[in-house]
């Protein structure tokens, strides 16, 4: 079988990142700020584990990486989604326009 | 020897218990009896102190011959190095068990003389703590074993009287003489703490003791090293010793920063008679006959005591001829008695006969500290009867304070040096001795000594006698309290003259016996008869005497009722000089340089703060765009710049 080529795979996972960053940019609605993030992540999470196929095959030290990165996202979403309850219930509404009170 | 003194420290400890008390809790709670509470502690002091007298002199009495140096107690308290450290302790030597009872008899005196002066005054409880606090410095800095720790005694002494010159702090004459006493003696005691500092360094303790012994010691290293170095052409021994020379005239008022001491009669009556009178103002004294064995081999610092001693007693005494304010004719007679014992010490040798002059200077300054007291404890009786210190308004008072008038004439005899009362004694002795050494001194001391004579009969006549007024008080004399302390200090006026004194100190704490010469008491007696009866023709009923002398010594006269121009010259100095061409350019340059770079960095970080405040926007998107330009940067940076 044909390999796909090494710059395929980045070419995903670049693009995966760079719509998360235009999501995290352009979308006000917390949640789908949190779901950006997690599209960020997990363009990292390519990236380590097509540079280990490709570059090293005999180690693991990439799949090690993204499990620890899946985990750590798990609980940055559960710690994200606690400051998104505690938004609403403070301001009843989970827009960051709404709450901008911590300026100069 | 058994060295049982540690009851010793309870003597400075019980006048530091009465100020704590009287000035913690005297306002709220023991109003009225907190003067009764201070008298009862320093009761105890004086008992005590009077049985460690008893028992140092007679009980243990001399080791081969000379009284022991016993040191109670001694704690190091800051160690700088192997050699040099800050102790605190208790000496007892002849002079500090001397001073002890002086300072504990005269402050106890005070103290209920104080009962009935005090009485009614809005702040009794605080003038009876620092009254405490007083006594409690000045015996801590004559039971000092250490240079440094007889500093900070020095200092708290200081503290306290400005304390209590200050006392009426609702006049401005008070808290400027208050103010005036103070930056002077602080003024001196620079100089002072500069000599400690060479001496420390040089002599490499500061124990005094050992001191002593290193510096007395010609062939010592640290002796060779002292005299060695020079400083502008002079000895470092030298330049140290007239340092902490200056120290002691600055507290004992010579000349010339005796300007405070007139100004300090401010204070109440009976402060004065403690503080300005009998204690304080002799710790210069103290502080030469401390450190007299160094004084001794240094010849050029002796002479400066001698000559500054002389000067201040002469020019004293004439200034006091003048005067029309009880209080400070007073004031210029302690500064001229002073000025008698300083004398005293610089013409005195060390050992044996040769050592009369240090007895000589000791004794006057156990006797002065009594009759001296004694006058102004009557000065204070007559003030509070008068309401006025100006002799103008007083006259034939002998009718109406008997009592006062007696004790004042002992005590004007016992200072003219009459026989037989106790300044005689003592003021023959330092004339004997100035004779034995420097005829010139013993001149100026003589014709000194017949002033005095004058001045002191002047003012007692101007009150007792003179013109008729109409007496109308109703405090009188007849309180216990006053005429306990007047009838005590009299007696030891009368009496005091009569103990062997140079027995019990002398330089090298040998026995010397003075001999009583009476050839020689003959000048002294005439000198003195002679001034009595000059101020008796002139001021025992009133006449146009005075005013004609006055004025055929016009300029003179003048120059004397102004006090000889001092404080109109350091008026000038500060005024003048100190102030336009050293304060000014330094305000200036604290004005505009210190504060003007501290405003600068204010300014600049308030630019800048308000310039970039914006980027504090509040939005969160905002934020993560900053970071990921960082990122970028940061990126950019470590891939493409980083070599």
Redesign the interface.
């Given at each position: 079988m044909n390999e796909i080529p090494l710059s395929h795979l980045l070419f995903v996972s670049t693009a995966l990142f760079f719509i998360g960053i235009f999501g995290l940019f352009t979308r006000r609605n917390m949640i789908t700020m949190l779901m950006s993030i997690e599209l960020i992540l997990n363009s990292v999470n390519i990236n380590f584990i097509v540079f280990n196929k490709y570059l090293y095959p005999e180690k693991m030290d990439g799949i090690f990486f993204t499990i620890f990165i899946i985990a750590i996202a798990a609980a940055e979403a559960a710690v994200a989604i606690a400051i998104i309850i505690n938004l609403y219930r403070s301001h009843q509404s989970i827009d960051v326009e709404d709450a901008e009170e911590m300026r100069y | 020897m058994e060295n049982n003194y540690s009851y010793i420290a309870l003597i400075p400890l019980l006048p530091l218990a009465g100020f704590l008390l009287a000035g913690l809790f005297g306002k709220k709670y023991f109003r009225r009896s907190s003067g009764l509470i201070a008298t009862a502690f320093l009761l105890i002091a004086t008992l005590l102190s009077i049985y460690a007298a008893y028992y140092y002199f007679f009980k243990i009495g001399r080791v081969d011959g000379v009284y022991p140096v016993v040191t109670a107690f001694k704690y190091t308290w800051l160690r700088f190095s192997e050699n040099l450290s800050i102790d605190m302790g208790l000496i007892l030597d002849p002079i500090s068990v001397m001073m002890m009872v002086v300072i504990t008899f005269v402050s106890l005196m005070v103290h209920v003389f104080s009962l009935w002066y005090m009485k009614g005054e809005e702040r009794y409880s605080t003038y009876f703590s620092f009254l405490g606090l007083f006594t409690f410095s000045m015996l801590g800095l004559v039971i000092s074993t250490n240079i440094f720790q007889l500093y900070m005694f020095w200092e708290l002494v200081g503290i306290s009287s400005y304390l209590l010159i200050g006392f009426y702090y609702d006049r401005p004459s008070a808290v400027a003489a208050a103010k005036k006493a103070f930056i002077v003696t602080r003024f001196a005691d620079l100089a002072f703490l500069i000599g400690i500092l060479i001496l420390g360094f040089q002599g490499e303790t500061l124990d005094f003791a050992t001191l002593i012994q290193r510096l007395s010691d010609t062939a010592s290293p640290q002796f060779i090293r002292i005299t060695g170095a020079s400083f502008f052409g002079i000895s470092l021994f030298t330049w140290a010793l007239s340092l902490v020379f200056i120290g002691g005239a600055g507290k004992s008022a010579m000349l010339p920063l005796h300007i405070w001491l007139p100004d300090a009669m401010e204070g109440p009556t009976p402060v004065s008679a403690l503080i300005h009178a009998a204690t304080m103002v002799v710790a210069g004294v103290y502080l030469v006959a401390r450190l007299f064995p160094l004084y001794h081999i240094n010849h050029v610092s002796q002479q400066l005591v001698l000559y500054v001693g002389t000067a201040s007693a002469l020019f004293a005494a004439v200034i006091a001829c003048t005067q029309t304010d009880i209080k400070r004719i007073l004031a210029y007679s302690t500064m001229s008695q002073i000025g008698f014992m300083m004398m005293a010490l610089g013409v005195s040798g060390y050992s044996e006969y040769h050592g009369l002059g240090y007895a000589a200077s000791l004794f006057h300054l156990f006797t002065h500290a009594f009759f001296k007291s004694l006058l102004f404890l009557a000065a204070g009786v007559i003030i509070h009867n008068i309401h006025s210190n100006e002799m103008r308004n007083m006259g034939s008072l002998r009718r109406f304070l008997p009592v006062t008038h007696a004790v004042f004439l002992i005590a004007c005899l016992a200072i003219s040096g009459v026989p037989p009362f106790a300044g005689f004694f003592s003021k023959e002795e330092i004339l004997l001795a100035a004779y034995n050494s420097n005829k010139i001194v013993f001149g100026i001391a003589l014709f000194t000594s017949g002033l005095t004579a004058f001045y002191m009969f002047r003012l007692y006549f101007s009150i007792f006698w003179n013109q008729p007024m109409e007496f109308h008080s109703k405090h009188g004399e007849m309180a216990a309290s006053i005429k306990v302390p007047l009838l005590l200090l009299a007696m030891t006026t009368v009496f005091g003259g009569f103990i062997p004194f140079g027995h019990y100190i002398s330089a090298d704490g040998a026995r010397l016996d003075t001999h009583f010469h009476l050839v020689f008491s003959i000048a002294p007696v005439v000198f003195a008869l002679a001034g009595i009866l000059m101020a008796t023709l002139l001021y025992k009923n009133k006449n146009g005497r005075p005013d004609r002398l006055a004025s055929a010594f016009a300029g003179f006269y003048q120059a004397a009722w102004k006090k000889f121009y001092f404080d109109e010259l350091y008026l000038f100095i500060t005024k003048k000089i100190v102030f336009p061409l050293v304060g000014k350019p330094a305000a200036w340059i604290d004005r505009h340089v210190i504060d003007g770079l501290m405003n600068g960095i204010a300014t600049a970080t308030g630019k800048t703060s308000s310039l970039i405040?914006?980027l504090?926007?509040?939005?969160?998107?905002n934020y993560?765009?900053y970071f990921?330009a960082g990122i970028v940067t940061l990126s950019v940076i470590f891939i493409y710049l980083w070599k």
């Open positions: - | 405040k914006g504090q926007s509040g939005k969160v998107q993560t765009l990921l």
